[in-house]
């Protein structure tokens, strides 16, 4: 099993920033992506940023030129949140996925509120 736990949501202004982390513990090996999804009041979850092994990088359209996501080890993730708009704010999770022999499986935190006012 991998836990998965985030910080750093909170309330912020319209055009602020927020940096989310997350930090994963287990058997954290053959983790091959991790990466931040939200789930806006009514909406689907959906994908904001990932990051693969090797450091390749997706974003969202949505939040592309805004949003950074980085890894500085396989334990922990962060999302650097800039000109937030009221339109980002959802529970942010965080995920691991592992990959093998074409198998996904998929790993979530508790998830971590952003509140962006306009």
């Known amino acids: 099993q991998v836990q998965l736990v985030e910080s750093g949501g909170g309330l912020v202004q319209a055009g602020g920033s927020l940096r989310l982390s997350c930090a994963a513990s287990?058997?954290?090996?053959?983790?091959?992506?991790m990466g931040w999804y939200r789930q806006a009041p009514g909406k689907q979850r959906e994908l904001v940023a990932v990051?693969?092994?090797?450091?390749?990088t997706n974003y969202a359209d949505s939040v592309k030129g805004r949003f950074t996501i980085s890894r500085d080890n396989a334990e922990k993730v962060y999302l650097q949140m800039n000109s937030l708009k009221s339109e980002d704010t959802a529970v942010y999770y965080c995920?691991?996925?592992?990959?093998?022999?074409?198998?996904?499986?998929?790993?979530w935190g508790q998830g971590t509120q952003v509140t962006v006012s306009s």
């Open positions: 287990g058997r954290i090996f053959n983790i091959n992506v």
């Open positions: 995920n691991a996925r592992r990959q093998a022999m074409g198998v996904s499986l998929d790993y």
């Open positions: 990051i693969r092994s090797g450091g390749i």
